[in-house]
């Protein structure tokens, strides 16, 4: 073990012996033993105590990816609880990045060494990720990403793990799904050049048109806050593309999208997973119409699992979940078995148990980890049509 966890672990070992004399036999909470975190443990039969942090963009201009996540959550939550009752009881506890890296860090740091939580789920972008994905990771805490699509997240450690799909599945798949329904030749390729996820988006859109013998008739850049884009898009409108890929967060995304159509633009237009959010048809309107995307859930799927999901959410929250809500509830099903093979709270084990997942089937399809702790599963075809996202086909 590192030094910080031997530390740690004597602490601990002072901290329990405190504890098990004040404790009365009864008492369903246990003291930790040494290496042991997120509050309690499994022992003659006691119920689980587990209190896992959730790092989420629940402020500022990407807040509706967060505000879908905790809804998520909060509806698994109550749901495992419930159906767990006196062997597991899992806490959260939330912490608002604000979609910046220097929040998420904070964020990780307070959950880790002040609430002590046996895990993290979140931050939600994948810049977040990268910036305090190492500070969890050098804790020896399991950090589990349910948004993070760029390559290389789980390069950050071996503590890091993500059910998000990366988008260099989901974006081929929705590319060559266009490219063999709508004929497409050529393409114009527009992003956001100041965040993690939107370049990264940029990069396999770009390599899987070259893959795909499609020509690039040009190429224009925009940061995050931007709010008009004209000078841009008249320019790619110009060199006469069958196709618009846009990779962005839904805000500037759908502003993209709203004014490409605006300026007469009437080909293809294909985004990456940051457009999974409902903002977009109250961002971009009609212009939304045909707007082509891939994610591993669609509210849409004739799946038995699939629509209890969903009515699940619609009675709590009176609206549809979107690929975010149903990647965050899985997520914690995951960690919910995940923590009763474990047996207990305990980072190391919780980890342990993590990197065994296989064939898990949540609402956003069936999941396993290959040896690097990438999910590997399938991506769905959308299209936008009359206010919603339904199968492409």
Do not use: W
């Not at 597991?88 to 880790?112: H, R, W």
């Not at 060559?176 to 988006?201: C, M, P, Q, R, Y």
């Not at 069958?242 to 490409?260: I, P, R």
């Not at 591993?296 to 709590?316: C, H, Y």
């Amino acid at each position: 073990m590192k030094g910080f966890h031997l530390m740690r672990s004597l602490a601990a070992i002072s901290l329990g012996a405190v504890l098990m004399v004040g404790c009365s036999s009864g008492g369903n909470t246990t003291a930790p033993a040494a290496g042991e975190s997120g509050s309690g443990q499994a022992a003659y039969g006691q119920e689980i105590q587990a209190k896992i942090g959730v790092v989420g963009f629940l402020s500022g201009s990407g807040a509706a990816y967060g505000e879908a996540q905790k809804a998520g959550l909060e509806l698994a939550l109550g749901e495992l609880n419930e159906a767990n009752k006196g062997k597991l009881k899992i806490e959260l506890k939330f912490e608002d990045s604000a979609g910046e890296k220097e929040g998420a860090i904070n964020a990780v740091n307070k959950l880790i060494n002040q609430d002590n939580v046996v895990a993290i789920i979140g931050p939600t972008l994948s810049g977040e990720m990268f910036a305090a994905g190492p500070v969890a990771n050098e804790a020896e805490t399991p950090i589990f990403g349910i948004s993070n699509t760029s390559e290389g997240i789980n390069d950050i450690g071996e503590y890091v793990f993500r059910n998000s799909l990366p988008e260099s599945i989901a974006i081929p798949t929705a590319m060559k799904a266009a490219v063999e329904k709508n004929g497409l030749k050529k393409v114009a390729l527009i992003h956001a050049s100041n965040d993690d996820f939107s370049v990264n988006g940029y990069k396999v859109m770009k390599a899987t048109a070259e893959k795909l013998g499609l020509e690039i008739t040009g190429e224009a850049t925009f940061a995050n806050g931007d709010v008009d884009f004209s000078a841009q898009l008249t320019k790619l409108k110009q060199t006469n593309p069958d196709a618009l890929l846009v990779s962005a967060l839904y805000k500037e995304g759908s502003m993209v999208v709203k004014k490409a159509r605006e300026l007469g633009f009437t080909g293809t237009i294909l985004g990456g997973n940051g457009f999974n959010n409902p903002k977009v048809f109250e961002i971009a309107g009609s212009a939304a119409e045909g707007l082509i995307v891939a994610t591993p859930f669609s509210p849409e799927k004739k799946d038995d699992k699939v629509q209890a999901f969903v009515k699940a959410f619609e009675a709590k929250y009176n609206k549809k979940p979107d690929q975010f809500a149903a990647q965050a509830y899985d997520s914690l099903y995951i960690m919910s078995q995940s923590l009763l093979a474990a047996g207990k709270a305990d980072r190391e084990e919780l980890r342990g148990q993590l990197a065994q997942l296989k064939d898990f089937t949540g609402v956003s399809g069936k999941l396993s980890f290959d040896e690097k702790r990438n999910p590997i599963g399938d991506a769905v075809v959308v299209v936008a049509k009359e206010g919603k996202f339904v199968p492409f086909e």
